[in-house]
């Protein structure tokens, strides 16, 4: 039952990662809620790359906290199948010496069908956790496929804007050449 407790308290680790996540979106809409196409704005690309960052660093860390959870889970499923096993021996052992029906064999066997129950329960969890920890490596997966999609687009506008700078300073130069002409 102590992993239980355990297992409960990375959920607190998840929640943290979930708020930091909702942080970064809420940045980013407040940084870009006064541009009409942020994706051909340098401010606008980079608060885009600094939330998918954020989103990329909290969502490795729940990657984290769940193969820390599937650890534990596995090594409770352990723990739980040698609990098991002894109290099989034990409840044997009780019901041909006591009797299958005397306190001592009932104990024992009520003791063994609560491991079961916690090795089902665990089983359960723990499939549960691996889809969920597949599931946001997929979720980084694609926030790093898009940061570096956002990355690039933010070069080529800083690219077309040096290009437009250097375009108007030869047109500055032009004109004052016909000026002075």
Do not use: C
């Amino acid at each position: 039952m102590a992993i239980h407790k355990q297992i409960a308290l990375d959920f607190s680790g998840i929640k943290v990662r979930n708020q930091t996540i909702k942080r970064a979106n809420a940045q980013f809409k407040a940084a870009t809620a006064g541009m009409d196409d942020w994706e051909h704005s340098a401010d606008g690309l980079e608060a885009k790359l600094k939330q998918l960052s954020d989103t990329i660093t909290a969502g490795q860390k729940k990657v984290d906290n769940y193969r820390e959870r599937v650890q534990r889970l596995e090594q409770a499923e352990a723990e739980n199948t040698k609990r098991a096993e002894k109290l099989k021996t034990e409840y044997q052992q009780a019901a041909q010496q006591f009797g299958v029906n005397s306190k001592e064999a009932q104990q024992y066997e009520k003791a063994l069908n609560d491991v079961e129950k916690e090795i089902i329960r665990n089983k359960d969890a723990l499939e549960n956790t691996r889809v969920t920890m597949l599931n946001q490596e997929a979720a980084v997966g694609r926030a790093q496929k898009e940061y570096r999609k956002f990355s690039q687009s933010l070069e080529e506008v800083r690219n077309a804007a040096s290009k437009a700078e250097g375009e108007l300073q030869d047109a500055e130069s032009a004109l004052t050449n016909v000026g002075n002409a």
